[in-house]
């Protein structure tokens, strides 16, 4: 991801559905951060994972993938 400086975290906890956007943001060369502290995610009010925060924009798994699925390094 050269010269896109997206600040990506995801939250999760290993779940089936955590693993799915996982390998997505994988397969689509996408950089994040991983956070599995449980205590963090209820902190910040999160009561399903997993969650995606994109440039302090909160996804829920459907609105992950949806933004992964169309994502391209010059139409983020």
Known sequence: MEGVNLKVTLYSTHCPICN???TKLKEKGITYQE??????MLNKGFKTVP???V???IMNSSEAIQ????YSEGNN
Not at 35 to 40: A, E, F, G, K, S
Not at 67 to 70: E, G, S, Y
Request: a negative charge.
């Open 20 to 22: 799915m956007v996982e």
């Open 35 to 40: 956070v599995n502290d449980t205590n963090i």
């Open 51 to 53: 969650m995606l925060e």
């Open 55 to 57: 440039d302090n924009k």
């Open 67 to 70: 933004f992964i699925n169309t």
